[in-house]
T-cell receptor
Framework: GAGVSQSPRYKVAKRGQDVALRCDPISGHVSLFWYQQALGQGPEFLTYFQNEAQLDKSGLPSDRFFAERPEGSVSTLKIQRTQQEDSAVYLC?????????????????FGPGTRLTVL | GENVEQHPSTLSVQEGDSAVIKCTYSDSASNYFPWYKQELGKGPQLIIDIRSNVGEKKDQRIAVTLNKTAKHFSLHITETQPEDSAVYFCAASDRAGGTSYGKLTFGQGTILTVHP
């Protein structure tokens, strides 16, 4: 595909359930970001991957949040024991370049997001 | 860490008028300032960006200005059209290079409505 895709687009979970959100970045993109966007707010950084390495997870709100990118392409964000405050749109973005690419352009291409509603 | 403030939160204009959205940032290490447009049910889409070695950049009806000293940057849309109606976000980053990987810090967003 030409862009970043995410699935599912919508997810409704009961409080306490586990969920898994998938991101398919643009082919060949080295960098992958996850952001959380609460209603009426700007996206907030969750975690960053360079290929399969998770280099920054400082934005993950709790240890219930876990992300992986085992083969350096598709990524999954998992939320365990969901709570109502986890309700948000989860955005994935990919970028061609990586850390250390001096002088490189780092446009991030965003997917459509997964809207998670926890009841 | 970086903090980005964006104003106004809502902006309503008549078709053909100009629209201006302003942002401030806190981290002097930030050197890349993109603007994103987000339509309902879609992810943010880059519309224009500016790097810290440039004071102004223009692309057709859209322009962005940057004042590094004051840590201000602004988006200007001229001759607005109804299809410009969307939520606009500014962001700041120390973009890829050296030890940075370009994490974006976003403003709170501006809902722009262009009335026909």
């Amino acid at each position: 595909g030409a862009g970043v895709s995410q699935s599912p687009r919508y997810k409704v979970a009961k409080r306490g359930q586990d969920v898994a959100l998938r991101c398919d970045p643009i082919s060949g993109h080295v960098s992958l970001f996850w952001y959380q966007q609460a209603l009426g707010q700007g996206p907030e950084f969750l975690t960053y991957f360079q290929n399969e390495a998770q280099l920054d997870k400082s934005g993950l709100p709790s240890d219930r949040f876990f992300a992986e990118r085992p083969e350096g392409s598709v990524s999954t964000l998992k939320i365990q024991r969901t709570q109502q405050e986890d309700s948000a749109v989860y955005l994935c973005a990919s970028s061609l370049v990586a850390r250390g690419s001096v002088g490189s352009y780092n446009e991030q291409f965003f997917g459509p997001g997964t809207r998670l509603t926890v009841l | 860490g970086e903090n980005v403030e964006q104003h106004p939160s809502t902006l309503s204009v008549q078709e053909g008028d100009s629209a201006v959205i302003k942002c401030t940032y806190s981290d002097s290490a930030s050197n890349y300032f993109p603007w994103y447009k987000q339509e309902l049910g879609k992810g943010p889409q880059l519309i224009i960006d500016i790097r810290s070695n440039v004071g102004e950049k223009k692309d057709q009806r859209i322009a962005v200005t940057l004042n590094k000293t004051a840590k201000h940057f602004s988006l200007h849309i001229t001759e607005t059209q109804p299809e410009d109606s969307a939520v606009y976000f500014c962001a700041a980053s120390d973009r890829a290079g050296g030890t940075s990987y370009g994490k974006l810090t976003f403003g709170q967003g501006t809902i722009l409505t262009v009335h026909p």
